[in-house]
């Protein structure tokens, strides 16, 4: 080996050493920034799904887990009418059962907020003032569940309530009622208020698709002679579709993980005889109500998490 090639080949081993201490560094460095949050993602998200999983196939005494009773607590809790209440379901009365007023939250309150979001996008593009329009739209997304469950308590209640004086005025007072505990459409006074808080978290995701789209794209099509639906149908919708997709399925998700407005205007009881109670009210009842069925709140929260898990999985691997 002439001194030239004993020269390169300790160049090259240099090289590939240095490499490989930077890629231990690189290893070094996103252990230190992994490590911590994936063990509290461990504790706090991996541990309760498992040992939910576990124990929803066991007997419970309060909070003591006992034997192994198999598919019972499942088959219990699909069984309930509190969960699926077959018979009120083909009568079409309420209650109906938690998930299948979960499932009309879903086919109500998504498609509504939805429509809503993207049309006051579309209205607010070209708008003067459009900022101001639309914090005032998405402002109610920024307010807790909670404090909105108030608020349609108070707009639907007979006496005071901003909805009733309206029908009042409009000379419809065979229609006041006290909106909220009246079983057979409080659930969707509930449904309206919901979606006048998504609508502007779809309008906000909508108008930032929009303002991402080429005006020359637009300009070109009215040169065509292109009109507006022909404009939106052909360019606008085409490039918000991956947008639509992630309204609907966090609308989905919103929707299944419901609590806080149905407890705020209803109680643990989810309305009146259970009459726009949600999955949610029932892990809350089943697990810190008398009398406590830890069983069955594990199972109902395993019912949430099989319907929304896909659906975040699916978000996550958009690209």
């Known amino acids: 080996m002439s001194l030239r090639d004993h020269l390169d080949a300790l160049a090259d081993d240099r090289t590939t050493s ?59 809790s699909l069984t309930d009418p509190l969960i699926v209440h077959w018979s009120n379901m083909r009568e079409l009365r309420y209650p109906m059962g938690a998930l299948t007023h979960n499932l009309l939250w879903v086919v109500i309150h998504v498609p509504a907020s939805t429509f809503l979001g993207l049309g006051l996008a579309l209205l ?14 998405f402002a109610g997304f920024t307010v807790p ?28 007072e065979q229609w006041v009622r006290n909106w909220t505990q009246s079983p057979q ?19 906000l995701l909508y108008s930032s698709a929009l303002s991402a789209i080429d005006p020359s794209l ?14 939106f149908w052909d360019i606008t919708w085409p490039l918000v579709k991956p947008v639509t997709a992630v309204v609907v399925i966090m609308g989905i998700i919103w929707v299944m993980r419901m609590f ?7 109680g643990a009881a989810g309305g009146p005889n259970h009459a726009y109670s949600v999955l949610g009210i029932e892990v809350y009842r089943a ?13 109902v929260a395993l019912l949430q998490l099989f319907i929304v898990a896909p659906l975040a999985l699916y978000i996550a691997r958009m690209r």
Request: no cysteine.
């Open 18 to 76: 240095t490499y490989a201490d930077v890629d231990r560094e690189k290893a070094i460095a996103l252990a230190v920034f992994l490590v911590p949050g994936l063990t509290l993602f461990a504790i706090f998200s991996v541990a309760p799904i498992v040992y939910s999983a576990i124990g929803s196939f066991y007997s419970w005494d309060t909070f003591t887990m006992e034997e192994f009773v198999g598919l019972d607590n499942w088959v219990r």
């Open 287 to 299: 697990a810190f109500r008398p009398q406590i069925d830890y069983g069955m709140a594990m199972v």
């Open 145 to 172: 569940p909670i404090v909105i469950g108030l608020v349609l308590m108070f707009v639907y209640d007979p006496q005071a309530g901003i909805f009733n004086e309206l029908l009042r005025v409009l000379g419809q």
């Open 124 to 137: 607010f593009a070209d708008l003067k003032g459009r900022r101001i329009l639309r914090s005032m739209v």
């Open 218 to 231: 637009i300009e070109s099509a009215k040169v065509d002679g292109a009109n507006a639906w022909r404009r």
């Open 260 to 266: 806080d407005i149905v407890y705020a205007a209803g």
């Open 185 to 203: 459409v409080a659930i969707y006074a509930l449904i309206a208020g919901g979606i006048w808080v998504h609508t502007g978290f779809s309008m």
